[in-house]
């Protein structure tokens, strides 16, 4: 049995997965209590695969934040918790998290083999280069954007499908979190 391979990423409404500055803040001011517990409940179980700049910038992320800060929001210290597999040819060990292995090759081919021999549901949230080349290699069965209602026309940095390979997506769950978040979760097809 394969284990799914679910491709998690936060976006503005036009596609861009951060800010390059501005004031918006976190989830760009807009959480509210449904994200937060849906982001919990994705997080019960499974394995964690990260590319190595995604790895590095939760670490810097986690490392400056407080307990208080919605950096340690429940949701962040449930996937932490997570087995991971961090997917690098730069970085090298030990990792600074809980349960990581780190692994050097091609992410295509460690994808593969994770999703022929895990036990858990396989997920990464951001990593975008990476997710974009498993997407292309027919490795990626869902891609789950949270669609937070803003645009950040100027500010917006890290376009999440910018170089991707044509898709068509089939809608398989959407939902409304606090009556404003769209999550939206496709099956991607390689467009011929």
């Known amino acids: 049995m394969t284990a799914s391979y679910t491709f998690d990423v936060f976006s503005s409404l036009d596609g861009f997965g951060g800010v390059s500055s501005g004031d918006?803040?976190?989830?760009?001011?807009?959480?509210?209590?449904?994200?937060?517990?849906?982001?919990?409940?994705?997080?019960?179980?499974?394995?964690?695969v990260f590319g190595a700049n995604t790895y590095r910038e939760f670490v810097t992320m986690l490392a400056a934040s407080t307990e208080d800060s919605d950096v340690r929001d429940p949701w962040v210290s449930r996937m932490v918790q997570l087995p991971a597999t961090v997917i690098s040819s730069t970085l090298e060990g030990p990792l600074d998290w809980p349960d990581a292995t780190l692994v050097s090759g091609d992410a295509v081919d460690v994808v593969a083999r994770l999703k022929a021999e895990s036990d858990v549901p396989l997920r990464s949230h951001g990593s975008l280069s990476m997710n974009r080349a498993l997407m292309a290699a027919g490795l990626v069965d869902r891609v789950q954007v949270t669609v937070f209602p803003v645009i950040t026309g100027k500010t917006g940095d890290a376009p999440i499908f910018r170089g991707a390979a044509d898709f068509d997506l089939e809608l398989i769950e959407s939902r409304t979190l606090d009556g404003h978040t769209q999550e939206l979760t496709y099956r991607p097809t390689l467009h011929p």
Do not use: A, T, V
């Not at 918006?24 to 964690?48: S, T």
């Open 24 to 48: 918006w803040g976190g989830y760009w001011g807009k959480q509210g209590p449904e994200l937060l517990d849906r982001r919990f409940d994705l997080y019960d179980e499974g394995r964690m």
